[in-house]
Nanobody, 115 residues
Framework: VQLQASGGGLVQPGGSLRLSCEAS????????IGWFRQAPGQEREWVSC????????TYADSVKGRFTISRDNAKNTAWLQMDSLKPEDTAVYYC?????????WGQGTQVTVSS
């Protein structure tokens, strides 16, 4: 299983980024995909999740109304559109799948929100 996250970078407060997660090694279209993040010195926290057929999305309260998760099963790819970014969104962002009774994480992509 591989989950390749990309799209992070440095952005000013109020800016936007779009993260991508390219997946392989498992039946992507049959599993929900999640995004998590981990800030320095803090535990990893759940950010958002999308169901396997793109009909249900959920968000942490801290990002609701600012972040949008989506997926394209034909491309084995999920995205996290992040708007109105705040300094507290600074973290390494990971995509996630729970498959065959275990968690899989990508390598993460750094998002830094700073002026």
């Amino acid at each position: 299983v591989q989950l390749q996250a990309s799209g992070g970078g440095l952005v000013q407060p109020g800016g936007s980024l779009r993260l991508s997660c390219e997946a392989s090694g498992f039946p992507f279209s049959e599993y929900a995909i999640g995004w998590f993040r981990q800030a320095p010195g803090q535990e990893r926290e759940w950010v958002s999740c999308i169901s396997k057929h793109d009909d249900t999305t959920t968000y942490a309260d801290s990002v609701k109304g600012r972040f949008t998760i989506s997926r394209d099963n034909a491309k084995n790819t999920a995205w996290l559109q992040m708007d109105s970014l705040k300094p507290e969104d600074t973290a390494v962002y990971y995509c996630h799948v729970f498959w065959k009774t275990r968690d899989y994480w990508g390598q993460g992509t750094q998002v830094t929100v700073s002026s």
